[in-house]
């Protein structure tokens, strides 16, 4: 079986620096070339333990591993996708049964998949297990060996490596038919596979349908979306991204969740319109780079991520200080999900993102933080903000989320203000800032009509109660090629480009 690359979460062929160092490792060692994805089971989800798996989030990421198949398919790599069991025991199964030489794995932050390596690992403790990480364009160990306390702590740390990280990436050849060949029963399960039979097999939760008028999936559509973003809206994007009313973001996000865009190949698109768009180009790449960046750097050194405990100690004190303050309104995850609280603003922002799969990104920070003052403690908003994102969000279960949201319930990366009822010292937003940043009556009737159709019920409705609410990894380093991940902004393709001047990272695990 030669050599394996465990595609997990960067779920694109070009501009992935995992792929890469397997394919390098391949031609080296003269060795078969082969990539395997796989399929978590579909959660069953509830209220206490996370949402179910959707048809929106499935259905996206089927049909960019399809298109991985297609393109892997004109390149003479196998592609696999296994499915039937946990991630660890179907790659173990895979291993011994094709005599896998090396696995080569991308990178997350997340429990879930670390879990898994572990797991390998363990199962298999003879057969090599390296990561790249193919997401960020500083690796994550490399960044930072620390939690850090926010963007202004990171901030140096990343950009001053940027000449070393950000340059472009080199193309993956196609194996040459004298190249050494996988075993029969690989190439044969590879070539087996049922791609629409597969989907209708899953348990989903199809309620949750399919953005994809608005959100096409794939490589090839995430690359038209960097041009279209380029060419459309960058202009806007530094005066205007926080204005929910006019389209100045990028709306990448989902790609970048899937993997289907590489993060450097995206910020390299964009550093070309410099000279022309100065302002836009250097706020889209703090927010694509360092931000983003500053997102896995948490997870990845917070293992509580998604929890309270994850909290700064000044904002864990201060909310378990308050937790028990008099709410005005008390809504359940019932209510919230159907948009029917008392306030039109509030509502508007859940139908945009149960409807369209995607929350304007300043509307999820007032989203969020009216949760936070709308539910009986500050666990219970963290929870019902998560599982309403992860949800609907075609990005849910991301470390932007879980960032996201905790910034809003519990301050990471944020600092203290001045202390008030049920926030504490949390950072407070209100329905008349909001007016003072944008017209808000144009976002309300934009998504209370046809639209939001999809996203809830009528909205007012009145709280389920009022009153007084009381509060019920290690790092892994390795050694690889290359500089960092990307993926292009253009249709055609690009010509093999000269290897990057640094090598990037590979860890064994």
């Known amino acids: 079986g030669g050599i394996v690359y465990w595609m997990g979460r960067d779920q694109r062929v070009q501009d992935n620096w995992a792929l890469l160092h397997a394919a390098e490792l391949a031609e080296a060692h003269s060795l078969p070339l082969s990539v395997v994805f796989c399929l978590p089971p579909p959660a069953a989800g509830s209220p206490s333990t996370g949402p179910g798996s959707t048809l929106r989030e499935y259905g996206f990421m089927l049909k960019g591993l399809r298109e991985v198949s297609t393109e892997l398919a004109a390149l003479r790599v196998p592609f696999c996708l296994l499915h039937g069991g ?18 080569v794995a991308d990178y997350s932050p997340l429990r879930e998949p670390r879990g898994w390596k572990e797991a390998l690992i363990a199962a298999r403790p003879a057969t090599p297990v390296l990561e790249v990480d193919a997401h960020n364009v500083v690796p994550v160990w490399v960044a930072s060996d620390k939690r850090e306390v926010g963007a202004r702590t990171i901030r140096k740390k990343i950009t001053e490596k940027l000449p070393q990280w950000l340059v472009d990436i080199p193309a993956l050849p196609p194996r040459a038919a004298a190249d050494p060949q996988p075993p029969a029963g690989l190439a044969a399960a590879a070539a087996a596979m049922d791609w629409v039979a597969l989907e209708a097999g899953l348990q989903l939760d199809r309620a949750v349908a399919e953005t994809s008028p608005t959100h096409p999936s794939g490589a090839a559509a995430a690359l038209a979306a960097v041009d279209a973003f380029c060419d459309e809206r960058l202009k806007l994007f530094a005066d205007k991204r926080n204005d929910p009313n006019i389209a100045a973001c990028s709306d990448l996000s989902p790609y970048l969740h899937f993997g289907q865009l590489s993060a450097q190949r995206m910020a390299l698109c964009v550093k070309q319109h410099a000279k022309a768009r100065s302002d836009s180009v250097a706020s889209f790449l703090e927010e694509s780079i360092v931000r983003r960046e500053l997102s896995d750097n948490f997870c990845h050194y917070e293992p509580a991520y998604d929890s309270l405990d994850g909290a700064a100690g000044w904002a864990r004190e201060s909310l378990e200080l308050h937790a028990s303050d008099k709410r005005e309104h008390v809504y359940s995850l019932e209510q919230l999900e159907g948009a029917q609280t008392h306030e039109d603003l509030w509502n508007a922002a859940q139908r945009q993102l149960a409807a369209r799969g995607k929350m304007h990104g300043f509307m999820r920070m007032y989203w969020a933080k009216k949760i936070l003052e709308w539910t009986a403690s500050p666990a219970e908003a963290l929870r019902i903000g998560l599982y309403l994102n992860d949800k609907y969000s ?18 990471v990366h944020d600092m203290g203000w001045a202390e008030r009822a049920v926030f504490g010292k ?7 800032g909001c007016k003072r940043k944008f017209d808000v009556k144009q976002y309300v009737a934009e998504w209370s009509g046809k639209k939001a ?49 640094k090598p990037k990272l590979a860890i064994p695990i």
């Open 86 to 103: 946990s991630p660890p025991e179907l790659l173990s199964q895979f291993c011994a049964q094709h005599e896998v030489a090396v696995v």
């Open 394 to 411: 075609i990005d849910g279960r991301d470390p932007n989320g879980y960032v996201g949201v905790g910034w809003s319930v519990m301050g």
């Open 426 to 432: 949390i950072r407070y937003m209100n329905y008349n």
């Open 453 to 501: 159709a999809a996203g809830s019920t009528s909205a007012g409705a009145k709280s389920a109660s009022a009153g007084r609410a009381k509060a019920g990894g290690k790092a892994m380093k390795q050694t690889t090629l290359g500089g960092g991940s990307t993926a292009a902004a253009d249709d055609e393709p690009r010509a093999k480009a000269p290897p990057p001047k």
